[in-house]
């Protein structure tokens, strides 16, 4: 078997599964819970400022049958008194020694209030610290959260706080209620963050109930924006960890992807754009602890598979890949092939085309069973059908190269080839 | 041996004649099932049965809780489409063609689906339909079956007024009078025609027989069209020795009595002959063994391969034990004081395709006896000949000619259904019903 253990910052898991700073991970219970099950670390929910919360703290967004493909929270940071967590994030260090043991903070936005918080935290023995700058509701309106993630200069400068005191790594997390995270992710690496973990959740409205209509979640007849999760979001966190991946200096520092990690395949993606691990929440919260055994062996197969010794084999590997549009080959051209020994006739594939993409798809009327073939002159390769396919493996692409040469749209303007003529 | 009623506690009757295709409890279920659907295009299920209903819509309607909209869009195309998704033999139509089966995948259930949203707004009484303003026209139907309620349904929505005459004293036909009572109930039955009437437009005449009580003739004078949708009815002989005996009986009105007297009253023999195979056949043989009898043997002059009943149908009977006996045609019912004691048949074998193309069977010589106190002839339905005949409407050995809207050879009388195909499944005279008013509706100009 592979080997599958993390070294983040020198801070040792026998896994790259971590649970995010989250409800999972707010109080002893749940985090034993998650190491008896086999968490390789947590984050443990953000400490700091004095809150209260409210109820009802979440809603979802269900798709086709499926539940939680999106959730949102109002929750806040840890609610519970700073000194029985500290307590308890003692206890389960003694309890669970090899595990990581991450704290996140928010505290009020003064240096002072930084360095207490971080001596009081760093003297339970905990192994790295994270920075919260995302949280999108409750705390914002406070000055903190993502009010901080969201404005590079003050980010850099309550980095620069925290690293006057800290003496154990400092993660920072970001906020991707911004055009680009990149920004304050350098800052806080110019601020000396020690790495960078992405996505926090993203503001939100879930939807309206239609009959009370009030929007989700409903707290006493009224609502208010939340943080988006998920796998609904896992997308957008690809995105805007690669961006970090690909930037000269954010990528210097070790990333922790976030952003609707269910499964090992989630995780193993996420690593391929440049994430060293991956922390989850929603699909624990879902699910409960348990899923880490199918991410843990997954990897494991998969690595094996493809035969990665360690983590570090495949960690950024799939980042050089990610190109610019511009530099995209215009002579790679594809188009698609339906094996009709596995069709099964359900006309996905030709409304698709035929309604909203390049009329490329021939039909020959039958009862029950309508024929369908690719018209290849007119097919532009967009992949539309192939996704929309039911059947695994029947709609292929197959590679009909324009010309032999690599040419892009520059080179394509700069020779004054002809456009479409439709 | 004794043929007798009474043979089973009220729970065991209960039991036995309870739904055997259990609708969904819940949305949560009915939406785990829609949710599997893929949406196919100019759909395999929808090009499946005989009445077009939009059945990728229907689903989909149920996926985004829209249930009214999914009844609206199945009764728009088969306004028995409560009782279809309880009696079509759907594993030949929409749900035999669903793609799912290319896969090697269970297929949608497209009848539950369907039941799911017709039964509720059955139930709850939807007004879905509006008619429009009556525009002075007057339409006789005759026979509130399939045919001819659907008819009645889509000339009523035109403004047209109708009045059915129906033979029996409820409608439905042989929805109501004609198929296993664990598949359809008779307080279903009479909701559904009560729901269909409630568009408005449409008046009964219950036990006003054609040919009897009115006659063609009148209504051409009262009316500005009539339409006939009067089935089948009369069971097909056997034409062998003895098929007089107690203990004889026909499937039609076994299974009548069944829908129509209450399970206990129903007399049933200790071992029973079916004669046939049969929707009728399967439906007289598993529901005699429902009502108590011992032992019950299906008899048919074919093989497997040529039987008119789907395996779904025969797997019924034979989960309910009754045994079938491949390649026998029945000789002769021999008896004693009047009464049934022993069933002769041919053991045959097949020889050249008939017209059916159809092997057809060649008597052997050799014959088995079975010993059995009750017959009950499924061997087939013959139409009305005689009356069909008397009012000189083209036929074929009884079965009325007419084009595919319904028209027959007399101006101004359409027909469909049994009747003119002989006997098919409900959704089929469903069809036969929305054409002949479509005929009737150009015949009046609207």
Redesign the interface.
Known sequence: MADISSDFLGIKSPNPFWLASAPPTDKKLNVLRAFEAGWGGVVWKTLGSQVKNVSSRYSAVDY??SRVMGFNNIELISDRPLDINLREIREVLKEFPDRAMIVSLMADNDRESWHELIKKVEDTGAHGLELNFGCPHGMTERGMGAAVGQDPEIARMVVEWVMEVATIPVITKLTPNVHSVVPTGLASVLGGTNALSLINTIQSVTGVDLDSFVPNPNVGGKSAFGGYCGPAVKPIALKFLTTIAQNEITRRVPISGIGGVSTWKDAVEFMLLGASNVQVCTAAMKHGFRIVEDMIEGLNYWMDDKGFKKLDDFIGKSVPTMSNWEDLDINYHIVANINQDKC?????C??ACEDTSHQSIA?DYG????KYTIKEEECVGCNLCKLVC??DNCITMVEQRKAPEYMNWKDFQRLGMPLNDH | MSITNYRLTTEQYAENFSDIHPPFENLTAALVEANRCIFCYDAPCMKSCPTSINVPKFIKQIATENIKGSAHTIFSSNIMGGGCSKVCPVEKLCEGACVYNLMEEEPIQIARLQRYSTEKAIQEKWPLFTRKPSNGKRVAVVGAGPAGLSCAHVLSREGIDVTIYEKEAKGGGLMTYGIAAYKVTPEFCEDEVQYILSLGGIEIKYNQELGKDISLAELQSQYDAVYLGIGVGLARQLAIPGEELDGVVDAISFIYDIRSKGYNQVKVGDKVAVIGMGMTAIDAATQAKRLGAKEVTMLYRRTQAEMPCTQVELDIAMLDGCKIVWLATPKEVLGADGKVKQLVCSITTLGEPDASGRRSPVDTGETITLEVDMVIKAAGQMPFEKLVAENVLENKYGKIVTDSQGVTSIAGVFAGGDCVNGGKEVVDAVQAGKDGATGILDFLGL
């Open positions: 086709h049958g099964v006739h359900c006309g996905l030709y409304i039909l009862k029950p069973y309508n039911p059947v």
